[in-house]
């Protein structure tokens, strides 16, 4: 079974371009979650879906992020414009609501460089 | 609100020896707790959760945690590591209802020849 799709793995852009990573949750699961994780902060929750609303956005860093779930097996973060404290690996993750428990699976995520 | 502390940042540990790593929490609801191995330059896999129940949870590659609600720890041990074992290892708590996860600031596991 193909877990938690994250693309692209690496984006290297120059501070003020607008970048968009993207994230395909496992079939099935109804909750998606974006993480980022930084050497001085760790791994924040920044915001998180359930059924495709978003739930709790008070992670979002600033106005310059947005998230947006559209369907059930996509959703995007999307940075503009981008600045260089936004450099770090963030994290997309899902997981099932009932009997499946509420542990969340996590895309191999995508390393962002801005410069 | 919730939190997590990884009381260490890094322990080095000789192979073939045993460790805990030790994570403590904090919150006003009952909780789930987890823990997470990262390996470098990957994504963050699941090791062992505790949801309900026993307050002994087995995970993969030998690893097992113990719930202590009035000490409210979850610490990680395992009786005998391996060189495999290097990576960085993150405690985590989740409230009831679909809320993200907390983690601890994790903890750097090196395993010495």
């Known amino acids: 079974d193909a877990g938690v799709i994250q693309s692209p793995r690496h984006e290297v852009t120059e501070m003020g371009q607008e970048v968009t990573l993207r994230c395909k949750p496992i079939s099935g699961h109804n909750s998606l979650f974006w993480y980022r994780q930084t050497m001085m902060r760790g791994l924040e929750l920044l915001i998180y879906f359930n059924n495709n609303v978003p739930i709790d956005d008070s992670g979002m860093p600033e106005d310059r992020f947005s998230a947006k779930m559209p369907n059930a097996s996509f959703s995007t973060l999307k940075i503009q414009p981008s600045e260089p404290r936004d450099s770090a690996v963030y994290f997309c993750a899902s997981s099932a609501s009932g009997g499946a428990g509420p542990e969340q699976f996590f895309g191999p995520g995508t390393r962002l460089t801005v410069l | 609100a919730q939190s997590v502390t990884q009381l260490d940042s890094q322990v080095p540990v000789f192979e073939e020896a045993p460790v805990e790593l030790r994570c403590n929490y904090s919150?006003?609801?009952?909780?789930?707790l987890f823990w997470y191995v990262q390996y470098p330059n990957q994504g963050l896999q699941l090791l062992l959760k505790?949801?309900?129940?026993?307050?002994l949870v087995k995970g993969i590659n030998g690893f097992e945690a113990e719930f202590n609600k009035s000490q409210t720890s979850f610490h990680l041990r395992k009786p005998s590591v391996h060189i495999s074992d290097t990576a960085e290892y993150f405690c985590a708590v989740r409230g009831g209802g679909a809320d993200g996860l907390t983690f601890g600031k994790g903890t750097h596991l090196i395993i010495q020849p």
């Open positions: 505790y949801l309900s129940g026993s307050t």
């Open positions: 919150s006003s609801v009952s909780v789930y």
